[in-house]
Antibody
Framework: QLQLQESGSGLVKPSQTLSLTCAVSGGSISSGGYSWSWIRQPPGKGLEWIGY???????YYNPSLKSRVTISVDRSKNQFSLKLSSVTAADTAVYYC???????????WGQGTLVTVSS | SYVLTQPPSVSVAPGQTARITCGGNNIGSKSVHWYQQKPGQAPVLVVYDDSDRPSGIPERFSGSNSGNTATLTISRVEAGDEADYYCQVWDSSSDPVVFGGGTKLTVL
């Protein structure tokens, strides 16, 4: 079965760039009909969609984060990545990666990784 | 942007039925998906496309969607159902992906 696993730095300094990777196993990231998303959840708060990349390589970002977000894919490693620049304490959150059927539900999700923005 | 409104909390006794609503403008025209999130865990899909259940999700979980309200219904509630529940839609007119604010289900 498909599994997703996030990895990356758990502590980032303010104004720096947050970088995370989602490794996909049990299936190909190049499979048609799916998009690959990043979603975050600040401590004690709800879910916020960050953006996604389609199997074709097209990307779509949350307008509120668009100026700071880049999502890319490495097909040779079967993984996709998130970069969020100019971070502040408000970017402290658990970051999840997830797969979605085109324009539909998110399933499965990675286990999530906590990123703290602090000096 | 499209907004999904959920009650912050719902309480129900074991064995009873819990109904969690998700309000949105003409939400009945969209496909609604529901997620269960227990403390310290990632969200898990429990209902998709308004009323379909992924494999492994008990039949006690069901969904409906009409007009301006979608509803997740949990029958014969168990202590293990205590969790946060989120609704979600895709909205091509604004932010592609929208989540509701979440509802905390408490089993009394």
């Amino acid at each position: 079965q498909l599994q997703l696993q996030e990895s990356g730095s758990g502590l980032v300094k303010p104004s720096q760039t947050l970088s995370l990777t989602c490794a996909v196993s049990g299936g190909s990231i190049s499979s048609g009909g799916y998009s690959w998303s990043w979603i975050r959840q600040p401590p004690g708060k709800g879910l916020e969609w960050i953006g996604y990349i389609y199997h074709s390589g097209s990307t779509y970002y949350n307008p509120s984060l668009k100026s700071r977000v880049t999502i890319s894919v490495d097909r040779s490693k079967n993984q996709f990545s998130l970069k969020l620049s100019s971070v502040t304490a408000a970017d402290t959150a658990v970051y999840y990666c997830a797969r979605a059927r085109d324009g539909s539900e998110f399933d499965p999700w990675g286990q999530g990784t906590l990123v703290t923005v602090s000096s | 942007s499209y907004v999904l409104t959920q009650p912050p909390s719902v309480s129900v006794a074991p064995g009873q039925t819990a109904r969690i609503t998700c309000g949105g403008n003409n939400i009945g025209s969209k496909s609604v998906h529901w997620y269960q999130q227990k403390p310290g865990q990632a969200p898990v899909l429990v209902v998709y496309d308004d009323s379909d259940r992924p494999s492994g999700i008990p039949e006690r979980f069901s969904g409906s969607n009409s007009g301006n309200t979608a509803t997740l219904t949990i029958s014969r509630v168990e202590a293990g159902d205590e969790a946060d529940y989120y609704c979600q839609v895709w909205d091509s007119s604004s932010d592609p992906v929208v989540f509701g604010g979440g509802t905390k289900l408490t089993v009394l």
